[in-house]
């Protein structure tokens, strides 16, 4: 059933802008929220009209909302209700029919999303923050295309054009650094990118957990050169022992220490003895090996075959359940075990038959038991993991995904990669803007000749909106890249030359006007809140 509202926008409506406003549909039964009911559906004035009515006490229900779905956090809910507000009041400040409508479109979005019934999120507590914060950031950016759109007689470039025009420079052996800057003809209007090309002759690379003092020190030496890395566990609610908040999402090595096996199947940049490779790494075929704590006798080992992640359960091998399979697990079969594992760390056995929870950002693994004895009370709670047989040894690797190019090709396939259902991060695994969204993005990539290339794209700007996956693959491709991958984007994208950050991050979106830097840590860039780096790639001299 169509919402009130979206009826009486109809006659206003092209094909383009029924489309875009057929992202984020009310998932509830209920066809009209209780905010809604009073709202005049005559015509799309009298609706305008409602609506800036309708969103006086808005901001304040939001915040309410989003500290309830995230666990009383009021620092983020606050965020959410703030970047809502802003961009209300972008749209409302437009002169367009179409900046009406889509501000009807956000405001009556956000009263069905907050209206929703709390049975909805039992297993996704912070479903209503992450659809708040996605829905504004969608609009946001219709908001900056139509901004552009309004200017007459603005040149514009391709992307090879602005790629051509970039300024090179060499702030140290082995590293180039340029600014892509200017008003294209994709649809985002301009881009602002810091882009950073790696000479692997002269550079390699060490990915790092930063969360630490210690290692967040290198990050601002005069000589460091670094990125953002991969995914961590931030807004998602519940996130429960032995997670916690901040941990990576992923597979990440350390100089041949493995911080996070590959619990879910992710495209990744990784380091062999052999060389770099930008490529999906998975679980398949690894092993595990539970051992009775202090004797190090092994008391259960198995491995995860081929084609035995989030199937049907078969007890005759070893399958792997994560988030993308769903929240649960099959019911097991009499003669299975599962074994719930968070990275390394073993979180729970069970033998009845029932299903099981998955955890958040690990991994479920039912296998055959054929009644060995085991002594829960005395099993190290510590879970070692083997890598393939015959497989290089990895040196670094920061997983993130998905996969941008491939065989210099564009090739996102977000299934292929876990990122469907409830697998860390909802913002991927259930995007409902079908990628249209223009956001802050970070992207990594390899050329034929093995340079490595990140590309730091700035958003949240009306002077630079940021860009989809495919727009940030385009990139990537036209800057020679054969095979990318995308990183950690939003907030958390940080390019940093020399000890300085050269990139805008925010948490906050910027209107018209508003400055944001040049893209070289000019003025404005750190006004407004920022997210601090968890995991970075740290770009080191060979000996």
Known sequence: MSAPWLTTLGPNLTET?????????????????????????????????????????????????????????????????NRFKKVAEILHSGDSELHKIYFVALVCRACEIIDEPDSFSLNNLSRKALRVRAVSDFYYSH??????????????STLPQLIAEIIWSSPAIGIQHGLLSGLTNLPCGPIRANVMIVDPNFRSFQCLDVRSEENQRLLVQTDAFAVS??????????????????????????????????????????????GVRVEVIDIIDWTFEVNVEQSGVCVLKRKITHRNVNVDVDTNTCVAYNRAYGMKTPTLLSNCIAISVVNTKLNSITTA????????????????????????????????????QNSPKILNCMSAGPMLVSNSSVDIDKDREDFTKNAPPVTFSQDETFDTNLLPRMGCGMKSNNEIVFVAVDGRDMEAPGVTLHMLAEILLELGCVSAVNFDGGSSKRMIIGG????????????????????????????????????????????
């Open 229 to 274: 890395g991969g995914f961590f566990l931030f807004s998602e609610a519940p996130i429960l022992e032995p997670s916690k908040r901040t941990d990576p999402v992923g597979a990440l090595f350390s100089n041949g220490e493995m911080i996070n096996p590959p619990l879910f199947s992710r495209g990744s940049l990784i380091e062999i003895e052999e």
């Open 500 to 543: 300085q950050d050269v990139d805008t991050h925010s948490t906050e979106v910027r209107g018209a006007g508003s400055g944001g830097g040049s893209g070289g840590g000019g003025e404005g860039v750190h006004l407004a809140p920022v997210r601090t780096l968890k995991t970075a790639v740290l770009m080191t001299m060979k000996i």
């Open 17 to 81: 802008s029924r489309e875009t406003l057929s992202a984020f549909p009310n998932t509830s039964s209920t066809p009209s929220p209780t905010l809604l009911r009073k709202a005049s559906l005559s015509s799309l004035e009298s609706l305008f009209t409602s609506c800036e009515e309708i969103l006086k006490p808005l901001p304040k229900q939001i915040f309410e909302a989003c500290k309830k779905a995230l666990d009383g956090d009021e620092k983020q809910a606050t965020m959410f209700s």
């Open 353 to 388: 038959s029932t299903s099981v929870d998955i955890p958040l950002a690990g991994i479920v693994i039912i296998c055959n038991f054929s009644g060995e004895e085991l002594c829960y009370d005395k099993l190290s709670n510590q879970v070692i993991w083997v890598r393939p």
């Open 143 to 156: 908001s900056a295309v139509l901004y552009h759109l309004s200017i007459p007689e603005r040149s514009t």
